[in-house]
């Protein structure tokens, strides 16, 4: 048997920007988008068989007040795989956001950012330089 990770489903201020900045980072498309739980809205962003929900419910509480990995549940990073790293850097940069904890390791290169929601993204190449 094998199993595929199908979604992620993350709480944010703003699912349409958070939606449109995937498209413009990472090449995603919106798959749909429409009302959620509890009087929110929900857009899926990402493949044909993968994706990333963003939600947002009616009445958005603010800033979560613990850090991710320090709260039982938290969101640590979300990861995504990408041809040319250095390709997405750039767009990671021009949006606005900085890129920390590069690596290069066995069998590919990383760095990570925050988005203006303050959730961690893992971007990772395993191709060649």
Not at 82 to 102: K, N
Request: hydrophobic share 40%; net charge negative.
């Amino acid at each position: 048997m094998k199993a595929v990770l199908e979604h992620v489903n993350v709480t944010v201020s703003d699912p349409d920007r958070t939606a449109a900045l995937m498209c413009d980072l990472f090449g995603w498309r919106v798959r749909w988008k429409g009302p959620a739980k509890n009087g929110g809205r929900t857009v899926h962003v990402g493949e044909e068989d993968t994706y990333l929900a963003v939600y947002a419910w009616r009445d958005w509480p603010g800033d979560a007040t613990a850090g991710s990995y320090e709260a039982r549940g938290g969101l640590n990073h979300i990861g995504v795989v990408v041809d040319d790293l250095d390709a997405v850097e750039q767009r990671v940069i021009a949006a606005g956001f900085e890129p920390f904890s590069h690596a290069d390791y066995e069998p590919g290169r990383r760095f990570y950012f925050r988005d203006g929601d303050n959730i961690e993204f893992e971007v990772v190449s395993y191709t060649s330089a």
